[in-house]
């Protein structure tokens, strides 16, 4: 049986898609020996050669780069040609991204992670022609995962009935463990990092709500508490505002912005900080709470379905619209010890529910599946 994956989306930085591909999807092909996989890539992600180095994965090069849509059109056009040339029996494609052309003779399945860019594109043309994109494509596929069922009842209630399954996302667990103290004092010592800080992850986009943060952390600073925040993101939407607000609130001691770090950096910044604070106002899931229980972090978090779907209302959450509920909510929880070890005690518990073990098993499942519905 033949499988294809086709993650022409992903690039050599780091983002929650690709955390979700390298754990859940290098398990789902262990565990499926007898079937071929083959990876469709473009040459801006080339350690997945290394990571999927497995006798049952071939790989299928895109020479084209998705740094804008018409070249993903494009791009598109040379991958739907290219497979239904080269192979005469396929079991599967799944799709990470759009737009995709629909192949016959197999199933079809996308993955979607969120509805980003209907809610957050500038202009409302733009959100209408992305709806009605989202439901060309949703009507092509066989199959839908999405990675929370806050997402599920969201896509439902936007798109009607579809064929949907929620594989939540996962860590390694692991890999945050492997990382020694010598290793993380090199980081440490390179990006000259505080005793103390507090850090956020997440491409510098609107719906990341870090003009709100920063302006909490300026509420911090006017009542003599003074934090140390640092930002890792790609650029994106907000990258201008976000420094012009740094500089206008004086803040260029308290804030700082980092990009470009690979996957382990990010990793040892967690180890480092004090306090994790999610302050986004929509996502789909949010791989960095998992992150931050495998860093045995304190968590503060906007006050959002999904949020509180991860976490069980077990921590600590602010009114993303509001800077001074974010101030008080980091300021509580970094004052209180005794809050903060319940919070680390129950991220040591609940992330298992997201272990690769457990969520492998319902990709399996979803696949091994596939043709008996």
Same mark, same amino acid.
């Given at each position: 049986?033949?499988?294809?994956?086709?993650?022409?989306?992903?690039?050599?930085?780091?983002?929650?898609?690709?955390?979700?591909?390298?754990?859940?999807?290098?398990?789902?092909?262990?565990?499926?020996?007898?079937?071929?996989?083959?990876?469709?890539?473009?040459?801006?992600?080339?350690?997945?050669?290394?990571?999927?180095?497995?006798?049952?994965?071939?790989?299928?090069?895109?020479?084209?780069?998705?740094?804008?849509?018409?070249?993903?059109?494009?791009?598109?056009?040379?991958?739907?040609?290219?497979?239904?040339?080269?192979?005469?029996?396929?079991?599967?494609?799944?799709?990470?991204?759009?737009?995709?052309?629909?192949?016959?003779?197999?199933?079809?399945?996308?993955?979607?992670?969120?509805?980003?860019?209907?809610?957050?594109?500038?202009?409302?043309?733009?959100?209408?022609?992305?709806?009605?994109?989202?439901?060309?494509?949703?009507?092509?596929?066989?199959?839908?995962?999405?990675?929370?069922?806050?997402?599920?009842?969201?896509?439902?209630?936007?798109?009607?009935?579809?064929?949907?399954?929620?594989?939540?996302?996962?860590?390694?667990?692991?890999?945050?463990?492997? @990382? $020694?103290?010598?290793?993380?004092?090199? !980081? /440490?010592?390179? =990006?000259? #990092?505080? &005793?103390? *800080?507090?850090?956020?992850?997440?491409?510098?986009?609107?719906?990341?709500?870090?003009?709100?943060?920063?302006?909490?952390?300026?509420?911090?600073?006017?009542?003599?508490?003074?934090?140390?925040?640092?930002?890792?993101?790609?650029?994106?939407?907000?990258?201008?505002?976000?420094?012009?607000?740094?500089?206008?609130?004086?803040?260029?001691?308290?804030?700082?912005? @980092? $990009?470009?770090?690979?996957?382990?950096? !990010? /990793?040892?910044? =967690?180890? #480092?900080? &004090?306090? *994790?604070?999610?302050?986004?106002?929509?996502?789909?899931?949010?791989?960095?709470?998992?992150?931050?229980?495998?860093?045995?972090?304190?968590?503060?978090?906007?006050?959002?379905?999904?949020?509180?779907?991860?976490?069980?209302?077990?921590?600590?959450?602010?009114?993303?619209?509001?800077?001074?509920?974010?101030?008080?909510?980091?300021?509580?929880?970094?004052?209180?010890?005794?809050?903060?070890?319940?919070?680390?005690?129950?991220?040591?518990?609940?992330?298992?529910?997201?272990?690769?073990?457990?969520?492998?098993?319902?990709?399996?499942?979803?696949?091994?599946?596939?043709?008996?519905?």
């Amino acid at each position: 049986m033949n499988y294809i994956l086709d993650v022409s989306t992903l690039d050599a930085y780091s983002s929650g898609a690709k955390q979700r591909f390298v754990t859940l999807y290098a398990e789902l092909i262990k565990i499926n020996k007898d079937k071929q996989f083959f990876i469709v890539h473009t040459p801006d992600y080339k350690e997945v050669k290394k990571i999927f180095n497995f006798k049952n994965v071939s790989f299928v090069s895109n020479p084209i780069s998705q740094e804008n849509y018409l070249k993903k059109l494009v791009s598109v056009i040379y991958i739907f040609f290219y497979i239904n040339i080269k192979f005469k029996k396929l079991s599967a494609v799944e799709y990470f991204t759009l737009p995709f052309l629909k192949t016959n003779n197999c199933k079809n399945i996308f993955t979607i992670h969120d509805l980003r860019k209907i809610y957050f594109s500038n202009f409302f043309i733009n959100k209408i022609a992305f709806k009605f994109f989202f439901k060309y494509f949703l009507k092509k596929v066989d199959k839908v995962i999405v990675v929370s069922k806050s997402m599920k009842l969201e896509m439902s209630k936007i798109f009607g009935k579809l064929d949907i399954s929620v594989v939540y996302n996962t860590i390694d667990k692991k890999s945050f463990e492997k @990382i $020694s103290k010598k290793e993380i004092l090199i !980081v /440490k010592k390179k =990006y000259n #990092l505080p &005793k103390k *800080f507090i850090l956020s992850v997440g491409h510098l986009e609107k719906r990341k709500n870090y003009l709100r943060l920063i302006e909490a952390i300026h509420i911090l600073k006017k009542t003599k508490y003074d934090v140390k925040l640092f930002i890792i993101g790609q650029k994106a939407d907000e990258t201008h505002k976000i420094s012009l607000l740094i500089k206008k609130l004086k803040l260029q001691s308290n804030v700082k912005v @980092i $990009s470009n770090l690979n996957d382990y950096e !990010v /990793k040892c910044f =967690y180890k #480092l900080a &004090k306090l *994790f604070v999610f302050p986004s106002i929509y996502e789909g899931f949010g791989i960095p709470i998992l992150e931050s229980m495998a860093s045995k972090l304190p968590i503060v978090l906007s006050d959002t379905k999904v949020f509180r779907e991860i976490t069980e209302n077990k921590y600590s959450y602010f009114d993303q619209y509001d800077p001074l509920s974010i101030a008080n909510n980091i300021k509580f929880v970094l004052m209180n010890r005794e809050i903060q070890k319940k919070m680390i005690k129950y991220g040591n518990r609940r992330i298992n529910y997201f272990s690769l073990n457990f969520q492998k098993k319902k990709l399996d499942s979803f696949y091994n599946n596939l043709f008996f519905k």
